[in-house]
């Protein structure tokens, strides 16, 4: 409606978000970045009168109590510390540390989230802070666009906690490109998972655990998050989920259009996989709901109109 500076979505990506946040257990920490809005949300962690307090950059705590209108938009964070300055019980609540801009950034403290859960599982002087930690059951979860996984803080962050073993669940939301550049002009193979393959924990040797889905499968999604959350809570093994095939129905930002750069042929494809629009397609098709209960549903809802028709 033009009434803030700049606007940017997470459209296209609200399925593995959805998912992500099923398994996103309290004491658990994120890392992420401007594109989990459906997460927050899902989890609790934002309302819709917060999120349009932080567009509007409100300056007041109480309407955007993640940064006082501090954070450029888009940008998430729980609170850590009470009015005293006193930590909350962080392994009660559902926790996001508060979001950088610079693309990466969010890495190195994904990393050291994790290790602090290694360390409170295998320091028994660090039981008696049973308010941070729930005796290392805790993961750090982590996002970023695949543009983004070009960068050196990723590549670093990632090796680390391959060295470390932590408990760091790392989800990269791959649309194909990094604003208007397709993957394989920034990415080696254009797959960031290709790219990692090595690091692949083997029998004989500890490593990464790799998965990949279809970022509009909604019940493979459920399936790969519930999955990678066992093997990286028990077992404290890193794991990459790389989501595939999403969608950025709206373009980067506000402040450029996907049509200018994407081909007729790319556009109808994205029309037609649009993870809502799967989802709907499923709801009908396996017979979960009917199409008068989705409508009455989505009114009660206010879907945008992209998700109105199949």
């Not at 509009?216 to 459920?222: G, K, T, V």
């Not at 990459?240 to 494809?269: A, C, D, F, I």
């Amino acid at each position: 409606m033009g009434k803030a500076k700049f606007g940017i979505f997470g459209d296209g990506k609200e399925l593995a978000q959805l998912a992500m946040a099923k398994v996103f257990r309290p004491g658990d920490h994120r890392a992420g970045y401007y594109r989990d809005q459906t997460f927050m949300l899902a989890i609790g962690g934002l309302t819709l009168q917060q999120y349009f307090a932080q567009l509007y950059a409100h300056p007041d705590v109480e309407a955007d109590p993640a940064s006082a209108g501090r954070l450029m938009n888009g940008h998430f964070a729980t609170r850590m510390i009470d009015e005293h300055g006193a930590f909350k019980n962080l392994a009660k609540l559902k926790n996001s540390s508060s979001d950088i801009s610079p693309t990466a950034g969010q890495m190195p403290r994904l990393v050291g989230l994790a290790y602090a859960s290694k360390l409170f599982r295998n320091t028994p002087e660090l039981t008696q802070f049973s308010d941070l930690s729930d005796q290392g059951n805790e993961i750090a979860f982590g996002t970023i666009g695949n543009a983004s996984t070009s960068e050196g803080m990723f590549f670093e962050a990632i090796n680390a906690a391959g060295v470390l073993q932590v408990p760091m669940l790392m989800s990269v939301w791959d649309d194909d490109y990094g604003i208007s550049v397709p993957k394989e002009y920034h990415t080696t193979k254009g797959s960031i998972s290709k790219i990692l393959a090595g690091f692949q924990r083997t029998k004989t040797e500890k490593g990464f655990e790799i998965l990949t889905v279809k970022g509009w499968d909604y019940q493979a999604l459920l399936q790969t998050y519930k999955k990678a959350e066992k093997i990286c809570r028990d077992e404290h093994v890193p794991v990459l989920v790389h989501v595939t095939e999403m969608t950025q129905p709206q373009g980067h930002s506000t402040s450029g259009s996907h049509e200018r750069y994407k081909s007729k042929e790319r556009l109808t494809w994205e029309a037609e996989h649009d993870c809502i629009r799967k989802l709907r397609q499923w709801i009908l098709e396996s017979g979960v709901a009917s199409v008068e209960e989705l409508v009455e549903i989505e009114k009660r809802q206010r879907l945008l109109p992209r998700h109105q028709k199949i």
